[in-house]
């Protein structure tokens, strides 16, 4: 078993687990006002939790940053592997992983705002696996997409997939209903895979899966977005 790294604002399964400890400890400190207010069903670590945590890491001596990383969980009684899951950003529908961008260099809002619409469709968060954090230039010598903010590769192991899969046709068929494609023709486009360009509500979208066209693109869908 292991338990996300979680920073106020995330949305993961395991935040009822840590408000639950959070909670007992708080109450356990003679903080029950705080803990009182903490939401145990929500999913999403909010601000309440977030003033909870500052104060309980305070009372325990650790730097009160309200990240609950390994010295949080394990002062809150749970030692379980640590893993760093990434940001989840635009409501928690999109998940930027850890070590996705380059320091300082984010993916541009359009872009995730389009991955936020393909989310939607597919019914759960969408896993960025790799934003910036890409060459600078594709196999054909361009600037890469990557590179300026404008794409997002969505990794099969971290969406519950694998190479050529079912997941990645279903999120391949929600990116090209979103570039414009009619619902009827996306599914049968995903499934047959390939590099499909488009020019649809002002951006130029890139949409690339189940092809060796522009590398390797079985064990991840490309998700490219910039203005037309």
Not at 112 to 132: H, R, S, V, Y
Request: charged share 20%.
């Amino acid at each position: 078993m292991a338990v996300p790294l979680l920073r106020p604002g995330d949305t993961n399964d395991a935040v009822p687990r840590m408000k639950r400890a959070l909670v007992r400890e708080l109450v356990a400190l003679g903080l029950r006002p705080l803990a009182e207010v903490i939401d145990l069903e929500s999913k999403t670590y909010g601000s309440a939790a977030e003033k909870g945590v500052r104060k309980f890491q305070a009372k325990k001596n650790l730097d009160p940053d309200g990240v609950v990383g390994e010295k949080t969980w394990r002062a809150l009684g749970i030692n379980e592997p640590v893993v760093d899951a990434g940001v989840s950003v635009n409501g928690g529908r999109v998940i930027v992983a850890a070590g996705a961008n380059l320091p300082g260099k984010p993916i541009q809002p359009m872009t995730l705002n389009f991955i936020e619409q393909m989310a939607g469709l597919f019914g759960k968060p969408i896993t960025i696996t790799t934003g910036t954090n890409h060459s600078k230039f594709t196999v054909n010598g361009n600037v890469s997409d990557h590179f300026t903010g404008h794409a997002a590769d969505i990794g099969m192991a971290a969406n519950g997939g694998g190479d050529d899969s079912p997941v990645g046709d279903r999120i391949m068929e929600a990116a090209l209903i979103v570039a414009g494609v009619p619902r009827a023709q996306a599914g049968p486009q995903a499934r047959g895979g390939g590099l499909f360009n488009f020019t649809h509500n002002g951006e130029r979208i890139q949409c690339i899966w189940k092809t060796n066209l522009g590398g390797n693109h079985h064990n991840h869908v490309h998700v490219g977005v910039r203005p037309a």
